[in-house]
């Protein structure tokens, strides 16, 4: 399989604890994206990085969220501390840098889908 | 502010007929426009996409207009089949100067297709 993978696929959490969450990105893209959706929403921008830099976070990324890309491969996203209002699916996606190609498209994974109880 | 919305929360449609999901967006600036599809408890997939100099791209069963004037998007589906039914998405990339080229997404429409 050749596309974006993300593990685990769901997460149930007490409150308080930490939790982390993997990303696998398409082997050749060296952008990838974080994002979260809630139920009946679209996904909303947390943060994306270019090869292993951080290049924005969203305002929606609190101090308790943490993004990495060591080796400019795979991401995590740890969450500490967790809250309920955390709850959601956590999107990973990757894409080419947009000038290596004329489109913008960016692939997503298969979430994952985080509860906080 | 910067938003994508939809006109429609949900649609239901006969098999075999075809479907036409609107959106609207309003940052004049926005120029790449997206559309996914996302099953339940899946990741979005790209349906089409769309450059602001445009304003129509065909795909295989799947039509998409832009129009600038009115900031309205929208997406046609031919001969909507059972495995359409899904939520559909727009998304645009809101300033064409922000090098994250990060999506702004709507709120989704829900098409159902009855058989």
């Known amino acids: 399989d050749t596309g974006v993978s993300q593990n685990p696929r769901h997460k149930i959490t007490k409150r308080g604890q930490n939790v982390t969450f993997r990303c696998d990105p398409i082997?050749?893209?060296?952008?990838l994206y974080w994002y979260r959706q809630t139920l009946g929403q679209g996904p909303e921008f947390l943060t994306y990085?270019?090869?292993?830099?951080?290049?924005?976070k969203s305002r929606l990324l609190s101090d308790r969220f943490s993004a990495e890309r060591p080796k400019g491969s795979f991401s995590t996203l740890e969450i500490q501390r967790t809250e309920q209002g955390d709850s959601a699916m956590y999107l990973c996606a990757s894409s080419l840098n947009p000038g290596q190609t004329s489109s913008y498209e960016q692939y997503f994974g298969p979430g994952t889908r985080l509860t906080v109880t | 502010g910067e938003s994508v919305g939809l006109h429609l929360p949900t649609l239901s449609v006969q098999e075999g007929d075809n479907s036409i999901i609107n959106c609207a967006y309003s940052n004049s600036a926005s120029d790449y426009f997206i559309w996914y599809k996302q099953e339940s408890g899946k990741g979005p997939q790209f349906i089409i996409d769309i450059r602001s100099n445009m304003d129509k791209r065909q795909g295989q069963r799947v039509t998409v207009l832009l129009n600038k004037t009115v900031k309205h998007l929208s997406l046609q589906i031919a001969a909507t089949q059972p495995g359409d039914s899904a939520v559909y998405f727009c998304a645009e990339n809101t300033n064409p100067m922000d090098s994250s080229y990060k999506l702004i997404f709507g709120s989704g429409t829900r098409l159902l297709v009855r058989p």
């Open positions: 082997s050749e893209h060296n952008r």
């Open positions: 990085f270019q090869n292993e830099a951080q290049l924005e």
